[in-house]
């Protein structure tokens, strides 16, 4: 169904449906915040499963608690614990996946108000979490009752889950729900991640990231004669020289087609997470030359570059180095690959909600991409679901900071942009 077919009496419908429920829906968005689910270490996450499984079923939804069993981050002090909710409608297909992510990042400093109580002040709730994003759960739950409560069934089938551990990574999350088949391109048509990207903005991907170590390796010696070994911090140092006065501006010279925002990241980047080696800093300290020394590297690459060619230019630098000097000894070790995705633009799920979206806030859609990753890539590589984007309420520039907020009116309009989202793509009985 496209948007033109959905009649202006349904339009109406689901507005008035969404105003009628915003109250219920910000009261348990008020609970939802104050369940302090902090990762890490990943706190309370049963209570925070729980709190929304409930609110599925008390909506006739089908509800599962999925722990991620086997995996070592889940504990018996810190359970892993997703919840799924399925709502089937007339058919099974198609199927629409609402995915949110519960845990929040830990509180820092700086706050001026309870970050756990969810206070509500000029039009605004505060707390830890709210953008990043637990109004997200609530719009996207409350939004399908909205369209129940006006009268409406959908045809198409509408799931919902709470996940826990984007914040680290997400595979006790999202890549387990995929991993054990509760996503999966055989049972999903389209998935929408409630992370906070604005009520008019669909984040269609993000870009890459590769996270390597390199040691080098010397020849241990008296530190009064040097010349007698070989130091693994000198030949670090030389790396580093090169990685910042030669790989850097080659690389602010890469930029990509995708409108990753903010647009400074539209850039290729790499930082230095760490630098290790020779005496512990806070050791005793003797006279040796160092026998190993080394850094580990966060490179943040696009679309436009192939991941081999990406490592390739990484080892090829190093090979340079020891070509020069047969001393030079490394090391490169992989320590975490995250491969871009974006999905189509032209996709009928990028497409509806753009429509949506110019309905709902009478502006245009803006197509944005992440600087940073989030749960998208379980869902592209792992579930294989290929129209998947984010979606909800709440500003990517809140997350994380002191005195987190979420303007309530949004979480209204995104909740509207959602159930006429779901009604255009499901269709109605
Ligand atoms: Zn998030």
Redesign the pocket.
């Given at each position: 169904m496209a948007a033109s077919e959905v009649s202006a009496k349904t339009h109406d419908a689901i507005c008035r449906g969404v105003d009628q429920i915003q109250d219920e829906m910000i009261s348990f968005l008020q609970e939802l915040v104050r369940v302090p689910t902090v990762n890490p270490p990943g706190e309370v996450y049963r209570e925070g499963a729980e709190l929304i499984g409930r609110q599925l079923k008390e909506f006739g939804y089908e509800t599962s608690y999925i722990t991620a069993e086997g995996l070592k981050e889940h504990t018996p002090a810190h359970p892993r614990v997703n919840v799924f909710g399925q709502m089937k409608g007339i058919t099974d297909r198609p199927s629409l996946h609402f995915n949110g992510?519960f845990d929040v990042v830990p509180v820092g400093d700086g706050w001026t108000r309870d970050p756990f109580a969810a206070t509500i002040e000029d039009g605004r709730m505060y707390g830890r979490g709210v953008s990043?994003?637990k109004a997200g759960i609530a719009a996207s739950i409350f939004a399908i009752e909205a369209i129940r409560r006006a009268g409406l069934k959908l045809r198409g089938t509408v799931e919902q889950s709470g996940s826990v551990d984007?914040?680290s990574g997400g595979f006790a999350g999202v890549a387990y729900l995929a991993q054990q088949g509760w996503l999966g391109k055989d049972k999903n048509d389209y998935v929408i991640i409630t992370?906070p990207t604005d009520t008019n903005r669909i984040y269609l991907g993000h870009r890459g990231v590769y996270w390597f170590k390199v040691t080098t390796h010397g020849r241990i010696a008296h530190g009064s004669m040097p010349y007698l070994g070989v130091s693994a911090i000198d030949h670090l140092a030389d790396f580093l020289h090169g990685v910042t006065h030669e790989l850097k501006p080659r690389l602010a010279t890469r930029k990509t087609e995708i409108p990753v925002e903010p647009p400074k990241s539209r850039y290729a980047s790499i930082n230095v997470n760490a630098v290790f080696g020779g005496q512990p800093e806070k050791g005793t300290q003797t006279p040796c030359v160092a026998d190993r020394s080394g850094a580990i590297f966060d490179r943040r690459f696009l679309t436009e570059e192939p991941f081999e060619q990406v490592r390739g230019e990484i080892a090829e630098m190093l090979e340079q180095y020891k070509a020069e000097d047969p001393e030079f000894q490394y090391t490169l070790e992989d320590l975490m690959v995250v491969h871009p995705v974006q999905t189509d633009k032209n996709c009928d799920l990028v497409q509806t909600l753009a429509e949506s979206i110019q309905q709902m806030t009478k502006t245009e859609a803006v197509y944005a991409a992440s600087p940073g990753t989030?749960d998208q890539k379980h869902v592209v590589r792992i579930a294989n679901v290929a129209q998947c984007v984010a979606y909800g309420p709440g500003l990517l520039a809140q997350?994380h900071l002191p005195d987190e907020y979420c303007v309530i009116e949004d979480i209204v309009t995104s909740a509207k942009v959602m159930a006429l989202t779901a009604v255009q793509l499901l269709g109605l009985e």
């Open positions: 992510h990043d994003q984007e914040e992370e989030y997350a």
